[in-house]
């Protein structure tokens, strides 16, 4: 037989992921898949919505975000998706495998981040024994992008956030400094002549910096540029989050100095949205400046 004729038929063999989730099996193993995942990783759902997210301080405000903007990269790439061969491999048993067995560890010793860490594993692993590698190169970002609202174990988050806090007042007392304003820092207290302020957690901009890396990862997705720019770009939201909370510190305690405690207390009230803000506008401004701003060609919807 004609190579060529061998090749064509080669590339007609087996069904497409469009035609897969459009078929009833598929949709039945579906749903009893996502009824058996819910029902394995229950606690480890009720411990994020009532030890994480249910926090007054917590640090993942942004997780409503997460699952829509994973959605909405899947969204993206859906026609692409739609002409991929499904071709399971069974490597995805190996991923499966590990994550069971840090969940039965998890969940014996109460370690519920760990447990939670183990969720975009198993999606992945899922993905690679149902559709393959290729679908799962696809899909891999959406679902490792679940991290963003999946913390690690909470000892290493209070670390980097008393890090981002001391940084922050360090910053914060350099900046009234500038301006003439005798400031004096002991830990996370900021002392002036006429106003003291303390840099609390919830303060610290570490919930900031998480969602300015969530923002720069996702720039970074969406758009094509040199590989060294794309690294500047993602490096440097971080201190772009660190450098605008500390202005919004240093502003908290001039106001306090030169206008009095009301002043300052409405600043503290009302600037973290505008900080937020304000370090999106850097990180966008930058994305620009390094020329990692046009769309990607391999996305379609």
């Not at 069974?90 to 495998?97: C, M, P, V």
């Amino acid at each position: 037989m004609d190579k060529a004729v061998i090749d064509n038929a080669s590339s007609h063999d087996g069904v497409t992921f469009g035609e897969l989730v459009r078929s009833i099996p598929w949709a039945v193993m579906a749903i009893i898949s996502a009824v058996s995942f819910t029902y394995i990783y229950w606690t480890a759902f009720s411990w994020l919505k009532n030890s994480v997210y249910g926090l007054p301080e917590s640090y993942y405000g942004h997780m409503p975000i997460v699952p829509i903007a994973s959605a909405g990269a899947v969204a993206l790439n859906w026609r692409n998706l739609q002409s991929v061969k499904v071709r399971p491999n069974l490597w995805g048993f190996a991923l499966l495998i590990v994550a069971a067995m840090l969940e039965v560890i998890g969940k014996t010793r109460g370690m519920y981040s760990v447990v939670s860490l183990t969720i975009p594993v198993v999606l992945l692993g899922a993905s690679l024994v149902m559709f393959g590698s290729a679908a799962s190169r696809i899909l891999a970002f959406p679902i490792l992008f679940l991290y963003f609202m999946i913390p690690p174990p909470l000892s290493i988050v209070d670390k980097l956030a008393f890090a981002i806090q001391m940084l922050s007042t360090k910053i914060g007392v350099i900046l009234v400094r500038i301006v003439g304003i005798d400031a004096v820092r002991d830990g996370v207290n900021i002392s002036a002549p006429n106003y003291s302020v303390r840099v609390e957690a919830p303060c610290s901009g570490f919930q900031g910096s998480i969602a300015l890396i969530m923002v720069a990862t996702a720039i970074l997705y969406l758009t094509e540029g040199k590989f060294w720019r794309r690294v500047i770009l993602f490096l440097s939201a971080l201190p772009a989050g660190l450098l605008t909370n500390s202005v919004r510190i240093a502003l908290i305690v001039m106001l306090g100095e030169w206008f009095g405690e009301g002043a300052a207390d409405f600043m503290h009230k009302y600037a973290a949205h505008l900080v937020l803000i304000a370090s999106m506008l850097l990180l966008i401004f930058l994305a620009k400046w390094l020329k990692c701003w046009k769309i990607r060609s391999t996305l379609s919807w």
